[in-house]
Every structure is written in C-alpha cells, then in structure tokens.
C-alpha cells in the first residue's frame, strides 16, 4: 500500500511486484497513512479529512471508504491506533492545535 502526494493509494502485491489497484483516496494530498488490522487502514489529508478503509477481497479487491472527520480546522500530521482488550479501537489524532481521542468497535 502506498499514499501518493495527488490523492491516489496503490495496492501491490510484495510477491510479484504487481500494482493490484489504484484508487484516488482523496481530492488533496495525503498526509498520513496507518494500517489498524490487516484489512483497515485510516488516511489524514491535507484538509483534515480523516477516513476509515476497509480492503474488501471477494473476486477482485474493493475500498470501503468511511469518513470519521470532515475538513476540520486541523490537519492531522500523525494518527496512532491501539487496540484494547475488549477489541475497541482507540484512535488518537495529533495536530499542532489539537488532539481528538475516538474510540470504534470494529466489525468481523
């Protein structure tokens, strides 16, 4: 997986050195990108945008793309996840004016 500055994230395959899909993520460049699972991963760009993706795999692979924040007034420049013994989530995003703590219970 790999975030480019035009908003595009390319998924490869490490076996054969393949790009498997090429999506655009967001319309402004990616600031940080941070896999919490095997198939999530959360993006901040440049607008303070934050979103949740899930990798779905059936025949092909799909991006499930969910917004946790909307253009707020910060850009978020580092994003960190934990995981708690009750399997919640604790995301903590960090800016130069803020840091916002969430916490989500992800879906299997």
């Known amino acids: 997986m790999c975030g480019q500055e035009n908003g595009l994230i390319t998924i490869w395959d490490l076996t054969t050195m393949s790009e498997i899909k090429k999506e655009l993520a967001t319309d402004t460049k990616i600031v940080k990108m941070l896999f919490c699972s095997e198939s999530q ?49 604790v995301i903590v995003l960090c800016s130069l ?10 879906k299997v």
Do not use: C, M
Request: glycine letters at 2%; hydrophobic letters at 45%.
């Open 41 to 89: 991963f959360i993006l901040a760009d440049l607008e303070g945008n934050v979103y949740l993706f899930t990798i779905e795999n059936y025949f092909w692979i799909k991006l499930k793309k969910d917004r946790l924040f909307e253009k707020s007034n910060s850009v978020f420049y580092d994003v960190k996840v934990h995981t708690l013994q009750t399997a919640v989530e």
């Open 97 to 106: 004016e803020q840091v916002l703590v969430a916490t989500y219970k992800p």
